[in-house]
């Protein structure tokens, strides 16, 4: 009898599986998710047909998908109510009762949705979306006990995905600045361009994209610009990237082919309903005229958990050392931070995070300082809290303590600040906030009290800020103390959507030292999508 059981149960899944497919029942997989319309990928669309709905898979209720289009594989469908179909998920197709015959000849789809289809199933349709902004402001300090300063700095920020509605995107960040002061030596450079990011991506697939051109990546966040080609591909929820290039030069942050570098990394994504998290691993080697400089392994990952709990952390392993030509392969950390953010509720949240450095080593650059820099080898540690509460509606209040130490007890300060802020100024409209700062170091105490108040005119086109801040500085090799007074307005006029123009006007004074500041600043913002 025991026998028995299992067959029969063999015998009604085998039966079961026979009656699933003559209903007709066919299940498809998401291949491309735009805006607009979701398109579902199966072996076969013969019974199916323009007006049927689908089911996404794991969603209970009604089905959620309306074919619009199709070919013989694939379906253009639109999405109904709150879908949240994502790409790679799995469809079902269940035909209504009194399912149609199935026909096994291929639909005969007009040429307009076949085109569609077909661009669909071969190569997705990407849209372009260009975001610009740029921006020229001006600095300068007139002095009765000192030498004037003007300087004048210059932004260009373009961020343009898939140009002309291509697989081409450009990625641009630069900033130039000029200055007028008196040089103080012939070594001083008076006009300084550094260029951040200067791009070009191609997406090959949807699931591999090229980069070349000078480019900070996120998922190296640590390792800053890089000079040379990037290239990253998907496997569902995981990635693999390669790179190749250069370190910018670290005198005038140029173009330095002697500084070669190159890598790869290996991550994975993970999305449910309570956990959204990306975690990252690499392996770096730097070269400073063809020999190596430093060669480090790299970790990072980010999370949020519950949409309440929010996890970072990176850190850096170094895995080369080379000392009086002795080469060696031993292990030395170089930073790790690690930071959390809990959102208690909409009133309360708190951040604390703890990081800890050392002085990064390049063997071969700084090869006759390496003494010096092995001698002060010593992590450089930190913590940090902060709460922020919001009792009433027009209340918002916070702090935060920060703490910096060593092993040799140097370089080591204790930072506290607080603030309350009105959204709803009392008697006046408007924003009024009160903070002050207090830090102690091993030569010296501060402490700043100020308070700023800021409101908007014409239906928030003219925004007008009045500050007062009243700095105390106390140094331990000095008797007296130092007293500075500040005092300041700032006016931002929103001329349309898109330009701005504010200049901020500010005086300090101490003993009797006077000091007049003024900074001007035009932005001018550009921002254009196509639509499907």
Do not use: W
């Amino acid at each position: 009898m025991k026998k028995v059981k299992p067959a029969i149960t063999i015998f009604f899944l085998f039966v079961g599986s026979l009656l699933s497919a003559q209903d007709g029942v066919v299940t498809g997989q998401v291949s491309f998710v735009t805006s607009n319309n979701i398109y579902v990928r199966f072996e076969n669309t013969a019974s199916i047909k323009v007006g049927d709905s689908l089911r996404l898979d794991g969603k209970t209720g009604s089905p959620c998908l309306l074919v619009s289009s199709m070919s013989s594989t694939s379906c253009v469908c639109v999405p109904l109510f709150d879908c949240g179909a994502e790409k790679g998920a799995k469809v079902t197709f269940i035909p209504p009762t009194g399912q149609r015959k199935v026909v096994a000849e291929e639909k005969i789809v007009p040429s307009s949705l076949r085109d569609t289809v077909e661009l669909a199933e071969e190569d997705p349709v990407y849209l372009q979306e260009i975001r610009a902004r740029i921006s020229a402001s001006t600095y300068s300090l007139v002095s009765n006990d000192r030498a004037d300063r003007h300087r004048l700095m210059s932004r260009l920020s373009i961020d343009a995905d898939h140009i002309n509605d291509s697989k081409v995107s450009a990625d641009v960040y630069l900033n130039f600045r000029q200055i007028f002061d008196e040089p103080t030596s012939n070594l001083q450079n008076t006009s300084l361009l550094r260029v951040y990011n200067f791009s070009v991506g191609y997406d090959a697939s949807p699931t591999l994209n090229l980069l070349l051109g000078r480019n900070i990546n996120p998922k190296i966040s640590s390792l800053g610009a890089i000079d040379g080609l990037q290239a990253e591909k998907q496997f569902g929820n995981s990635y693999v990237g390669l790179l190749v290039g250069s370190r910018p030069d670290i005198f005038n942050f140029g173009y330095n082919p002697d500084l070669l570098e190159y890598g790869a990394y290996y991550g994975f994504n993970t999305n449910s309903k309570n956990i959204n998290a990306q975690t990252t691993l690499g392996l770096i080697e730097q070269r400073g005229n063809g020999d190596i400089d430093r060669r480090y392994a790299y970790v990072q990952h980010t999370s949020t958990l519950s949409k309440n709990l929010n996890f970072f952390t990176s850190a850096e392993l170094d895995l080369y050392s080379k000392v009086d030509y002795t080469t060696k392969n031993e292990l030395r950390l170089t930073s790790l931070y690690s930071s959390l953010r809990y959102r208690f509720s909409k009133a309360v949240n708190l951040m604390v995070s703890y990081d800890t450095r050392k002085r990064i080593i390049y063997y071969e650059t700084y090869r006759t300082d390496l003494d010096q820099l092995l001698d002060d080898d010593l992590a450089r540690q930190g913590i940090r809290g902060r709460m922020n509460f919001r009792p009433f509606k027009n209340i918002l209040t916070g702090f935060s303590y920060s703490k910096r130490f060593q092993s040799d007890q140097q370089n080591k300060s204790d930072n506290i600040y607080g603030y309350l802020t009105l959204s709803h100024t009392p008697f006046m409209d408007g924003r009024t906030s009160f903070s002050y700062n207090r830090n102690e170091s091993n030569y010296l105490l501060s402490n700043i009290a100020s308070v700023r108040h800021s409101r908007s005119f014409f239906y928030d086109r003219l925004y007008t800020d009045l500050y007062y801040r009243l700095v105390q500085y106390n140094y331990s090799n000095i008797t007296d103390n130092l007293l500075q007074h500040y005092m300041g307005a700032d006016v931002s006029y929103n001329i349309n959507r898109t330009l701005l123009f504010s200049i901020t006007g500010e005086f300090s004074m101490y003993n009797d030292s006077k000091n007049y500041r003024v900074y001007t600043r035009l932005v001018q913002r550009f921002h254009s999508k196509h639509k499907r």
